[in-house]
C-alpha cells in the first residue's frame, strides 16, 4: 500500500471569470471545487494509475468534511485522515478568461495542536507498518515544528519504508537533513535549500546536505535525476502551453509508483515527465490527460548525464 | 415575530491581504467567515435591537451547514430555512489592506427545484400566520421564477402582514407591481426600476408603479421617504468614512423594526439613518457601532418636504 501525507489538506475551489478586475465586483458563474492539498493531488494520480493509495493528513470543519466526501467517491484511495478542531483550508483559484492566468488566494490553514499532532503521529507510524513507500507533501499548518517533516522522514526510514519529500524551505532544509530517499525540488525550492540557481551543482549540494537522490523539476526544461546509480535528464517533446497547475505533484506520483514498481530510472523519469507534461495539456487544472499521457511515454527524451564517458542517449520504452 | 426572507442566503469570506495583485499567488492571514445574504442581515441587526426574527429562505450543502450553525448561535434568531439539494453559495470579500478597497468575488447560488420552491411557500404561508411583518430581501438564486417576490408580496398581502421588499431588477419591478408595502432602493436600483435619476421624480413613479411607500437610500445624502403621510428626508450629521457594505441591510431592518413599533415616519427614518451610518462606521463590516448608533439617533435630521408649506424641521426625538 502506497501512503501520501498532507499535512495542510485544502479545498481547492475554482473561479472563473470574464476578466478580474480588483476592487470591483465579479458575479461567478462557474465554480468547481475538489479536495487538495500536494498529498492529495499525487493519490489521486497514482489511483489513476490503478495504485491503492492510503491518504493521510488532518482534516477539520465543514471544508474538511467535504474533502473527505471527495475522497471517499474516489476509486483506490483510502481516507486515513486525522481529525482536527480547527477548519481545512480553501485556497480560492481565480482564473481571468481574458488572459487565462490565475490569482491565488490561500488560506494559511487550521491551527494544529499538540495533541492532534500527536495523533497524527500514531496514525502515521501504524501505517508505516504496511506501506511500500510513503509520500509527505506539501507545507505546514499553523502549530506544527518545523521540524515536522524531519521527524516523519526518520520515522519512516527506522520502519524501512522508502521515503519522498515534496516541500519547501525550511521544512524542507531540515527534512533532506533527515536523508530522505528522494526529493523533488522545483527550480527555485532547490536554489532556496542550496543557495544555487545551477542545477548541476544544486543538485550535487542537495544530495550532500542528506538526500540520497534528488530528482529536479526545471519546466519547460524537463528534470535532472541524481542517483546513486547515476545522473539523468529527461526532457518532454517540443514546448507544451497550458496549465502547469498540479504538474508538480503528477511528477511525484510517477516517481513514486515506478520506484514501487522497480522500474529503472529511465523508466521512472519517463513517467513523471510524461505524466507530468500530460497535467499541463488537461484542460482541468490538476487532471491529467490520459491519452496524452499514454503517447507521450513513447516521446520523452532521456540522457544519461556526467561520468566518464560523458551524454549517451538510453532506451526507455 | 418579524420574519425575513433570504432566497440566497451565503456563507460570506472576507480575506484581508496587504495587496492585492491580479495573477500573484497570495496567502491570507485573517480568515472571518458568517452567515449571509442580505436578510439574514437584517435579521441579525433586528436581533441586536431587541427583536425576535424568524429567518427562512434556503440553505444546503456544507456550507448551508455552517450559516445554519452560525445562525442557532446567534441570540434572538429562529432558524426556519428549508434545506435543499445544492450547495448555499459563496461569496469572497478580499480587502485590499492597502486601498483599503475590496474586491468581491460572488457565486451565483444553488440551482433551487420546483419542489423545493413549493416546500419555501408552504413554510413561508405558515410563518405569515402569526408575523407581525415580513422583509424579502435580496438576489433570487437560480432556478426560481423573476416573479417570485410577486407570489410573495401578494401572499403577505393577502394574510394582511405588512411587507418590505428590497431587491433590484427584475424582480424589484415584478415585485412592486404585486404592491408591497414598502421598498428601499438605492440610487441605481431606483433609476433602474423607473429609468429616472431624478430621485424626487423616481420615488413618485416607483410609487406609481405599486409600491405604498419608497424610502431610497442616497448614500452621503441619507434617506427619501415617500408615504401616504407625506415626503421626508433624513442626513446623517457630516460625512462618514467607512465600509458601506450592509448599510443599506442596516437601514432596512431601522424600517421594519419602526413599522412594528408603531414609530412615526421621521422617527423610523431617523433609526434607519443611525442604523445605517453606523454600521459603515463599524470595523467589521455589516455590524453596527452600538455607542455610535446610540449618539447617532440624537443627531440625523429629518426635514419634511414638499407639500404647499415647503420643506420644514421636524423634531424626532
Not at 142 to 156: C, D
Amino acid at each position: 500500500m502506497l501512503v501520501t501525507v498532507t499535512l495542510n489538506t485544502a479545498l481547492d475551489i475554482t473561479y472563473r471569470v470574464p476578466r478580474l478586475v480588483p476592487h470591483a465586483s465579479h458575479r461567478i458563474g462557474e465554480v468547481s471545487e475538489r479536495p487538495g492539498g500536494k498529498g492529495l493531488n499525487v493519490a489521486r494520480v497514482l489511483a489513476a494509475l490503478g495504485h491503492r493509495v492510503t491518504v493521510t493528513g488532518f482534516a477539520g470543519g465543514a471544508t474538511g468534511a467535504v474533502v473527505r466526501e471527495g475522497l471517499g467517491a474516489t476509486e483506490g484511495l483510502v481516507d486515513a485522515l486525522v481529525p482536527v478542531s480547527g477548519a481545512t483550508r480553501r485556497t480560492v483559484a481565480v482564473v481571468d478568461g481574458t488572459t487565462g492566468d490565475t490569482t491565488q488566494l490561500n488560506e494559511a490553514g487550521p491551527q494544529i495542536t499538540a495533541a492532534e499532532w500527536a495523533a497524527f503521529q500514531e496514525t502515521y507510524r501504524e501505517l508505516l507498518a504496511s506501506a511500500s513507500a510513503v509520500a509527505l507533501c506539501g507545507s505546514l499548518p499553523p502549530g506544527l515544528p518545523v521540524g515536522a517533516y524531519a521527524l516523519l522522514v526518520r520515522a519512516a526510514r527506522a520502519a524501512g519504508v522508502p521515503v519522498l519529500l515534496d516541500t519547501s524551505g525550511e521544512p524542507l532544509r531540515r527534512g533532506v537533513a533527515a536523508r530522505p530517499d528522494l526529493i523533488k525540488p522545483n527550480a527555485d525550492e532547490l536554489a532556496e535549500l542550496t543557495g544555487s540557481h545551477d542545477p548541476a551543482r544544486a543538485t550535487r549540494d542537495a544530495r550532500g546536505r542528506g538526500a540520497r537522490t534528488v530528482v529536479a523539476s526545471l519546466g519547460t526544461e524537463g528534470m535532472l535525476a541524481v542517483t546513486p546509480e547515476g545522473r539523468w535528464r529527461a526532457v518532454p517533446p517540443g514546448r507544451v502551453d497550458g496549465n502547469p497547475t498540479g504538474a508538480g505533484d503528477s511528477a511525484v506520483a510517477g516517481l513514486l509508483s515506478g520506484l514501487v514498481e522497480n522500474l529503472t530510472w529511465p523508466q521512472r523519469l519517463t513517467r513523471a515527465v510524461a505524466l507530468s507534461t500530460a497535467t499541463v495539456l488537461a484542460p482541468a487544472a490538476g487532471e491529467f490527460d490520459a491519452a496524452a499521457y499514454r503517447e507521450l511515454l513513447t516521446r520523452v527524451e532521456v540522457t544519461r548525464e556526467g561520468g566518464a564517458g560523458g551524454a549517451a542517449r538510453t532506451a526507455t520504452s
